[in-house]
């Protein structure tokens, strides 16, 4: 089965930036999709298609994917943006969606 | 703008049933394929399965295979997960969303399922 692997945890001071990794094999031929998640809530789709934001979403929030990595870019962060973040593709070959294994974002 | 609402929290016991509700409002819905994913507690996203309502064709995870079912009723604007066999490890959030391309852009409230004796 396709695996997603994403480190367990980043700390970033408020203002700098944080960089999430999604690693999966070839993850640069899928598109990646990046989910956050605060306690107690559903999760919120923050980047689809690799890099692009649904509405309302800011732009401090962006992607990239090529290769065997994929990243969740969080410019400018900020207290509000500690949460889990999560990636997401659809293996073809299985029919399956997968999640990655979830990264938590602390903001120090 | 779309807007998934799910059945409230349930206790069942092992080895008996649970079905959860996700209803959608808004939008064109049964063009979109409604999925069911699952958090167990401290644990990360599981997808489970989904359905087009358009077509009412489902496909499941692997290991969820044979225990559970997607439905959709087309005229309430309403799909169904019903998990069979619980087991206490089944104790979980139950998610839909609404997949838009292929990602999950519109979630349901989450029903907590509670298996327990």
């Known amino acids: 089965s396709y695996v997603l692997t994403q480190p367990p945890s980043v700390s970033v001071a408020p203002g700098q930036t944080a960089r999430i990794t999604c690693g999966g094999n070839n993850i640069g031929d899928k598109s990646v999709h990046w989910y956050l998640q605060k306690p107690g809530q559903a999760p919120v789709l923050v980047v689809y298609d690799d890099s692009d934001r649904p509405s309302g979403i800011p732009e401090r929030f962006s992607g990239s994917n090529s290769g065997n990595t994929a990243t969740l870019t969080i410019s400018r962060v900020e207290a509000g943006d500690e949460a889990d973040y999560y990636c997401?593709?659809?293996?073809?070959?299985?029919?399956?969606?997968?999640f990655g294994t979830g990264t938590k974002v602390t903001v120090l | 703008q779309v807007h998934l609402v799910q059945s409230g929290a349930d206790v069942k016991k092992p080895g008996s049933s649970v079905k959860v509700s996700c209803k959608a409002s808004?939008?064109?819905?049964?063009?979109?394929?409604i999925s069911w994913v699952r958090q167990a507690p401290g644990q990360g996203l599981e997808w489970m399965g989904g359905i087009i309502p358009l077509f009412g064709t489902a496909n499941y995870a692997q290991r969820f295979q044979g225990r559970v079912t997607i439905t959709t009723d087309e005229s309430t604007s309403t799909t169904y997960m019903e998990l069979s066999s619980l087991r206490s490890d089944d104790t979980a959030v139950y998610y839909c969303?609404?997949?838009?391309?292929?990602?999950?852009?519109?979630w349901g409230q989450g029903t907590l399922v509670t298996v327990s004796s």
């Open positions: 997401q593709v659809w293996d073809s070959s299985r029919d399956h969606y997968v």
């Open positions: 969303a609404r997949v838009v391309g292929w990602a999950f852009e519109y």
């Open positions: 808004g939008g064109t819905s049964s063009n979109y394929a």
